[in-house]
Nanobody
Framework: QVHLMESGGGSVQPGGSLRLSCAVAASGYTTNRPQMAWFRQRPGEEREGIAGISPGGHYTYFADYMKGRFFTISRDNDKRTMYLQMDSLRPEDTDLYYC?????????????????????WGQGTQVTVSS
């Protein structure tokens, strides 16, 4: 079983920064690190993939709409935590942000951003960008 807990959301002015964290509680994490990703969702809309990262952290994949943005995905397997560093935030980044984990291998690439590939989800953390 895998439990995910996001933190780090909050309110920030346009141009500001936030770092989201996703702590993972899972038996056997050391030998079976999960594939992980960040998603976001607005009320009434489907979850949208932001970025995914491989179990060892060597491969990442960002959504096309994230190109040119100052978002960074990373993970620290010693701390069993994934991060999303978000800089130069815009009002349109206001969303509920979720972390997700998959117990199966996902091919590097666009599949990283498919919500159907993930079987564990956090409860979400709200990010609000407003002046």
């Amino acid at each position: 079983q895998v439990h995910l807990m996001e933190s780090g959301g909050g309110s920030v002015q346009p141009g500001g920064s936030l770092r989201l964290s996703c702590a993972v509680a899972a038996s056997g994490y050391t030998t079976n690190r999960p594939q992980m990703a960040w998603f976001r969702q607005r009320p009434g809309e489907e979850r949208e993939g932001i970025a995914g990262i491989s179990p060892g952290g060597h491969y990442t994949y960002f959504a096309d709409y994230m190109k040119g943005r100052f978002f960074t995905i990373s993970r620290d397997n010693d701390k069993r935590t994934m991060y999303l560093q978000m800089d130069s935030l815009r009002p349109e980044d206001t969303d509920l942000y979720y972390c997700a984990a998959s117990s199966v291998t996902i091919p590097v690439g666009r599949a990283y951003l498919e919500s159907s590939k993930y079987n564990y989800w956090g409860q979400g953390t709200q990010v609000t960008v407003s002046s």
